[in-house]
């Protein structure tokens, strides 16, 4: 089966990275990526026939600048709302040491971080493989957690990732689902989460300050403007999303661990 997200008006951006349209907004609201490096077709995919593979040596990744985000799309600079979800399926060929960033905005160099989803490993051995959630609440000042700690080496293997964050109640969650079961990491950020207009939306990468590229396929990286609940983010991994409203909502199962952290500088 597949998704249908022609009938849910927040779906923003749909970036499905088959072949001859790596950069194409397949919801049809305009927001064409622009590559970095050489980002190359796979016919490796979870989703359609074609996924992108990105080479971090390479510097490969994707970006928009804020400008040239589409009306309503989430955390664009006047973002009243600043409610987000972003669904993704990622298949590392590698896990170097520090961030490997799957979706972004965030100018870590110049100290604008709004959002980072991403793989972060600080040293040898699974307790220090996480995935990381960063929020940026002022220029200098951000919140980050460890998601799912201990989850070890994961690259060679297909994995779908759902994150949501609402302002308004500065609760995010991350859906991970591992090949084999699914688990849900969740918490409340101290502060609200500020935007810059000079933070590009990035794939695969952060706009500035961090080598922190992707190394690894890309497939069907879907974003919205409301937070989807765990059975829709559930629904888009299995092919079977259909329109806003049209599932229940639920707080799924809160697994996994998380650590806050509210520091002030860049990421760590």
């Not at 072949?19 to 927001?31: E, H, I, K």
């Amino acid at each position: 089966m597949a998704n249908n997200f022609s009938g849910d008006s927040s779906c923003k951006a749909l970036w499905r990275f088959e072949s001859g349209a790596l950069t194409t907004d397949s919801r049809g609201n305009g927001n064409t990526l622009v590559a970095d490096g050489t980002p190359a077709e796979s016919l490796d995919a979870m989703e359609g026939t074609g996924s992108v593979s990105l080479v971090r040596t390479d510097s490969d990744g994707y970006h928009i600048t804020d400008a040239n985000l589409s009306s309503g799309f989430p955390l664009k600079n006047g973002d009243t709302t600043k409610k987000i979800t972003v669904c993704a399926w990622v298949k590392f060929t590698s896990l170097p040491g520090g961030h490997s960033d799957i979706a972004s905005k965030a100018d870590v160099g110049g100290g604008y971080e709004t959002f980072r989803l991403c793989a972060y490993v600080w040293g040898s051995g699974p307790a220090n493989y996480n995935f990381d959630v960063v929020l940026g609440c002022t220029e200098t000042v951000y919140q980050s957690w460890h998601a799912f700690d201990d989850i070890g080496d994961i690259s060679g293997s297909w994995h779908h990732l759902g994150f949501t964050y609402d302002d308004s109640t500065r609760v995010w969650q991350l859906r991970w689902w591992n090949g084999s079961t699914a688990a849900t990491a969740s918490d409340t950020a101290t502060y609200n989460i500020s935007l810059f207009a000079v933070s590009d939306f990035c794939v695969g990468r952060v706009y500035s300050g961090e080598s922190s590229y992707l190394d690894g396929l890309l497939d069907e990286v879907v974003v919205f403007n409301r937070v989807l609940s765990i059975a829709e983010i559930d629904s888009v991994r299995n092919g079977t999303f259909a329109s806003e409203g049209s599932l229940v909502v639920s707080l799924g199962d809160r697994m996994g661990q998380y650590v806050p952290v509210v520091q002030s500088g860049h990421s760590p």
